[in-house]
């Protein structure tokens, strides 16, 4: 019996989620509130850098007993400036949420909070998306990723070039010359099927990630949609991901992690999916320790 090993829960936000303004419409007000949750049910938030570290060196059983990761998908300006929601208000940003709570509750409360961003690489992908998916306002600029890694409450992450977003106009989506100059299939991330789609989704990420921020981004690239093409989990990432500073990948399946996890297909809990309430989540948390 593993006993004091812990295992580790994941949570997983989006930030572009705004469909009201209460808490199971509302992924800000989501963290805000879960947040002091967490912090009351004695659960500390570690770095996901931390829990890959000791997945991949040893040292799991120093964490605490009651780790809690955080992460955020799609990374648009919702995670890094307060903004006006026609419709809903003004939305405090994921960053300032978790400044909110150190300045209510102190530094040393929660001493290793962070947040990893999962952010879209392409501007003519996150323009395209900005004006079919959010409100058409150029929220979706990358200007505020570089000041958030540096500061370090946020880490960015790779969520691939485009996301394969079924919203984005054939002109913008990846075409190989070898396949006719066919337009491969959009929505849907798990049927990439070779090394070339592959370095276009997650190497030119990595690269253009490493321009902006000018230091390594987070070690982990999450799976748009959630979906895990097996090309990129059993042959892709192994082989190139080190190369390139990936070290593991994130899904969506809902689960912990623990120390036996294959670090390829971690998985994470996604709020509004797996959680509609505080009690929710503590229900989920719950059985997890
Ligand atoms: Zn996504």
Redesign the pocket.
Known sequence: MLGTVPSIPILTY?GIHVDGDDYAANDHIGLQRDLTLLHELGWQVIALETLIQALLKGGWADLPTRSVVLTL??GSWFDWYDLPHPVHGMQRSMVNILRDFQQQYGSDAQPRLQATS?VIGSASAREALDQSCLIGRDWWGDDWRNQAHSEGLLQIGN?SWD?RHAALPPGLRYESADKDDRCIEYGSFAQLSDKQECDWQIRQTQIYLHEILGTAPSPVF?Y??GQVPEIVAAEYLPRYGPGMGLLAAVTTAADVVTPDSNRWRLPRYVFRRDWHSPDGLAELLAGKV
């Open positions: 989006h998908d799609d999962f969520h996301h999450a748009p949609y």
